[in-house]
């Protein structure tokens, strides 16, 4: 069980490294810890070591796109009840249903802003509570 005042895992998958670094950065400022990956194959060896309590996934990547992540995250009896929260620059309701069929729970357009990022944590992740500074 994860100690109390541990960072929350969050894992941002994306082959942009500015969406990466720009996810990173909002993310952390809110406390969490976030481990990132260039896509699914990248993701899914980390997801194992990390263990991430949410996912967010770029939709449009090389070699495994992010429906198919989503798919094989959520076919793992381990990770099957970790939130997947897809990420793209389409929002047509085709990829919107699309997502659901392979279990994401949510879909966030991108560009996306910092409380769009922590609206989607609260909203999978009990008790998460951002922080804005750490305390000494």
Known sequence: MEQPGAALKVMVIDDSKTIRRTAQILLSEAGCEVITAIDGFDALAKIIDHQPQIIFVDVLMPRLDGYQTCALIKQNST??????????SRD????????????SDQF?????????????????????????????
Do not use: C, M, N, Y
Not at 92 to 103: E, I, Q, S, W, Y
Not at 109 to 131: N, Q, R, W, Y
């Open 79 to 88: 990770f099957k009840d970790t939130p997947v929260i897809l990420l793209s």
């Open 92 to 103: 047509g309701l085709f990829d919107k249903a699309r997502g659901r069929v392979v279990g």
């Open 108 to 136: 966030l357009t991108k560009p996306f802003s910092k409380e769009e990022l922590l609206d989607a944590i609260k909203a999978h992740v009990p008790g998460f509570a951002a922080e804005e500074q750490h305390a000494p």
